[in-house]
């Protein structure tokens, strides 16, 4: 069950989604009135989906996001459906945790169908171990090393808050260093570590196996082949 969060000043437009979404076992629906009471209640419940509204009068809704961002359990989730006039667009394009802006005037059905389609995506199956495992092979990396395990986290980690990979390899970098009691720069190190035995030689078989990776270029960078590599899986998984 989605966990959704219906931030909106107007009431009855509120009580609108309430009652579509609620009609939906997919959905366990909350609902609030002010920016100060979707803060709150987005704590209180950490929503999977956040339906806000820029226009609240007490805290309108990009400073609502970015004081979520700074919460670090939080700031990976593009989890929010962003309604705002079109003349706020050059005030919310740098906040990471937006999936999805509808600008003003719009339809019920924009909102709902963007509910639809999150749900969708994130209904994709994760690839398990040895499916991540079997494919490092095919590039003949070492396994045993720490780079190798630091990217299967990695790329574990985009594929939950998918479609964060690109968002920023600094805070994946943190989020790794904090699991594996770590710096970042030693994450670094042994991410490219890992990437040695592909950029060292052709790797022809895992060119012809795996294009998309490679995409034309001789080396691949960490950052790259994260990036790549989750958008494999989640094309994979989606067609299963």
């Known amino acids: 069950m989605f966990k959704v969060l219906v931030a909106i000043?107007?009431?009855?437009?509120?009580?609108k989604y309430y009652n579509i979404l609620s009609n939906n076992s997919n959905f366990e629906v909350f609902t609030a009135y002010t920016g100060i009471d979707a803060l709150n209640k987005y704590y209180e419940i950490y929503p999977d989906i956040f339906i806000l509204d820029y226009g609240f009068s007490d805290i309108n809704?990009?400073?609502?996001?970015?004081?979520?961002?700074?919460?670090?359990?939080?700031k990976e989730k593009i989890n929010t459906i962003f309604i705002a006039e079109t003349d706020k667009s050059n005030q919310i394009t740098n906040v990471s945790k937006i999936y999805k802006i509808i600008y003003t005037p719009y339809k019920t059905e924009d909102v709902i169908n963007a509910v639809n389609q999150f749900v969708e995506e994130r209904k994709c199956p994760k690839p398990n171990l040895d499916d991540i495992y079997s494919y490092f092979s095919?590039?003949?990396?070492?396994?045993?090393?720490?780079?190798?395990?630091?990217?299967?986290?990695a790329?574990?980690?985009?594929?939950?808050?998918?479609?964060?990979?690109?968002?920023?390899?600094?805070?994946?970098?943190?989020?790794?260093?904090?699991?594996?009691?770590?710096?970042p720069e030693q994450i670094r190190d042994g991410l490219k570590s890992a990437l040695k035995p592909i950029n060292i030689s052709s790797q022809e078989f895992a060119r012809n196996l795996y294009p998309q990776i490679f995409n034309d270029d001789d080396l691949l960078s960490p950052r790259k082949f994260i990036e790549r590599s989750t958008i494999y899986f989640y094309k994979q998984q989606k067609k299963k």
Not at 61 to 74: A, D, H, S, V
Not at 142 to 153: A, D, F, P, R
Not at 162 to 179: N, V
Request: overall charge neutral.
């Open 138 to 153: 095919d590039f003949k990396m070492h396994l045993s090393i720490n780079g190798c395990e630091y990217m299967k986290s």
């Open 61 to 74: 809704g990009t400073e609502i996001l970015k004081k979520i961002e700074m919460c670090w359990r939080e």
């Open 155 to 183: 790329i574990d980690i985009c594929l939950q808050y998918f479609p964060f990979y690109g968002r920023s390899l600094d805070d994946l970098l943190d989020k790794l260093a904090e699991k594996y009691q770590k710096t």
């Open 9 to 15: 000043a107007n009431k009855k437009d509120v009580l």
